[in-house]
């Protein structure tokens, strides 16, 4: 679009505007970031909070609490709780007083000259105490209550109304065998927490069905039971909400329209109700279901769009067999559509895959703030392609395998492609061109295969047969012998492939799958840790050759590995730290702790490592991982520690000087924070009155 932008005022003459649009920071791309948590949950236990988060630079996480920094996340681990490598800290409820908590995070690029991205603040409640919402439980019996009993498990209700009319907020409405209405359920719009509905314990989901209303009530959290339509005609949906004003959860929800997927344009929730998916499946139905977040849902028997529109966070979902019969429809596995002015924005499927898809893969235009990551689409027996036109910004395309589709950037006129930082990494295609009046500006296509030799775009690609392992079996990884295997390039944010294997720590594949002879357990990441006064506490990437320039030292070491340690195997010192004048400094590591799920080996420093040295540090060899695996590949960083070395030459010199100088007043970032000698938290001239303090020490 800013392309377009500076063409129009161009022509009119308003040069200075156009530079102030061409200044305005457009290519500055912010991460594409999501909460992976359903809202407002009461917790009583420690609960593992995440985002998904994505920039091609790198990204780390830093999570607030009422406003007070309580965890930074350097690199993505895996989630116990989701399931999902991602940006996680554990929050504790016992630590604050029960009620409500403000829970903010900051996704921050790796390198300079990019944005930074606030989420929007997310709401959960610390219940330690026990004393927020309802514990109370309500029983309905469609065949054999009465609305009126009193609605315990001997006497039920009848009706769902009248057991969640009588359930406070946070309650429980336990239902027996039956089918039972969803419509006019009442308690309104003041429950702040989630109530449940759910099939009575040891009932079959498919025993409980949940047939179409509006409900009416606030945070109604379907679970373990069957929603259903039975019609056939048009449009067609099962809950219906009050305008955006109102949430719905449908937990381990099973999804379907009893007259088949061609019956009608049957969806799940309709009137804007604000959906969360997690588990459970939808079949047999027009599309899949809309949501703010959709975790380990499958998709099975659709006849249209899997998944539509913006705000978005798809993770750990598959769809097999999309087919629009005679329909007319004209599926789509993603779409992205909004009329100008509007955006389709902030979408993120992660780890998704589609099998036997007569539909387009990812369709769309005014897309921007997405990620499509670990995504794996097969087209079946369809001339539909894959395409995207008009405006397009800051879209990441990573790791994916579109299969057997042709991928078109098109357009005419002002429908033509306008894109501004789109970026394709480590990707397997069919092929793909420019059609129409569609250009390659603003798109980055960088390390992807493509089958067709005859039709591919970007730098360092690969070509020929993609090498897959068993096409007939929905086996999609990829053979040793493929030009894809192990020639991607590194990508911070994508540690893992779509089944969650680690990709190769040095030389990735191309596509969705990791290699199989990936390193069982390797090191992922080096992190200091600094403190940079009224800037706080700083991590910082290091790699062989790495010279800490600040008078601050190190105050901590971070190393992150591929799969979780055995704590078993993690003693009191993980590492070793050698200087080459100074010697074993094993006297000042302090006890070693894990964090980010047991992947990260956290090791205090208890006093300054000694500065003007260079160090090894290394990782000790009975490390193993859970599940018995020592680590592979290189275990030991080379750094060093020489205060108002900002150019990391080995020695303070006047060079150190201008290099400080030419960066005075920037804001500190990863790229920055070493030109801050003082470590003051900004640079300034007392950095440049550091540096000349030190001119003439040298590494050794």
Known sequence: MAARCRKALLSLGWCVVAVAIAAGGVQAARP?????????????????????????????????????????????????????????????????????????ARA???????????????????????????????????????????????????TLAKAVKNTPSGGTVYLKTGSYSSDALGGGSARPYWTTVAAAPGVDRDLVEVGRGRPGTQRIKWKDLTLFADYTGGYYTIL?????????????????????????????????????????????????????????????RICSDAWTGGGRLIVNCSCTDINPGSTGAHPDFHQSYAPAPSWCQDVILYNVRGYECISQGL????????????????????VMCSQYSREMENVLYLHMDIIYQTWHWRG??????????????NNIFQNMGLIEDATDDGLDLDHNHFVDPARTMGTHITTGDAGYLDPAANDYRIADTSPAWGTGRPLQCVPA?????????????????????????????????????????????????????????????????SQPVDPD??????????????GDQAALLGAASLDGGNTTIVVPLTAALPDADRYTVSLAAGLRSASGDPVEGDASLEMALLAGD????????????????????????????RFDVDASGSITGTDLAAVRSRLGRALP
């Open 32 to 104: 594409v970031a999501r909460w992976d948590v359903v809202p407002d949950q009461r917790l009583s236990e420690t609960f593992n909070v995440g985002v998904c988060a994505f920039h091609v630079e790198g990204v780390k996480v830093e999570f607030r609490v009422g406003g007070t920094l309580v965890h930074t996340a350097d690199n993505p681990t895996l989630n116990p709780r989701t399931g999902v490598w991602e940006f996680w800290f554990p929050l504790d409820p016992s630590a604050y007083a029960d009620g409500p908590l403000a829970v903010d």
């Open 108 to 158: 921050i690029p790796l390198a300079a000259g990019h944005e930074s991205y606030d989420l929007p603040t997310l709401n959960l409640y610390a219940n330690s105490g026990g004393s927020l919402g309802s514990s109370v439980v309500k029983w309905a019996d469609a065949a054999g209550g009465s609305d009126a009993n009193p609605g315990t498990e001997a006497l039920p209700y009848k």
């Open 240 to 300: 219906v909400g009050e305008d955006g004003n109102h949430s719905v959860w449908i937990d381990n929800v099973k999804t379907y329209n009893k007259r088949g997927r061609w019956a009608a344009s049957a969806i799940t929730f309709g009137n804007r109700y604000v959906s969360y998916v997690t588990g459970g499946v939808t079949t047999e139905m027009a599309n899949g279901p809309g949501g703010s977040l959709i975790r380990d849902h499958q998709l099975l």
């Open 363 to 382: 369709f769309g235009h005014r897309l921007r703030h997405s990620a499509f990551v670990n995504l794996l689409f097969e087209k079946y027996n369809t």
């Open 412 to 425: 005419t006129g002002d429908n033509a492609l306008d894109a501004t930082d789109l970026k394709l990494y």
């Open 497 to 561: 492939d779509i089944d969650g294997k680690a990709y190769h720590p040095t030389a990735r594949n191309r596509g969705c799958y990791a290699r199989e002879d990936a390193p069982a357990m390797g090191v992922t990441a080096w992190m200091l840790i600094a403190d940079f006064g009224p800037a706080g506490e700083q991590h910082v990437a290091a790699e062989d050759g790495y010279v800490h320039a600040n008078a601050a030292p190190p105050s901590a070491l971070r190393i992150t590995l």
């Open 569 to 582: 195997t993690l003693g009191d010192h993980p590492i070793s730290v050698t200087g080459q004048t100074s």
């Open 646 to 673: 900002a150019d990391a030459s080995g020695a303070v010199t006047t060079a150190d000087i201008l290099a400080v100088r030419a960066r005075a007043g920037q804001l500190l970032s990863a790229t920055t924070l």
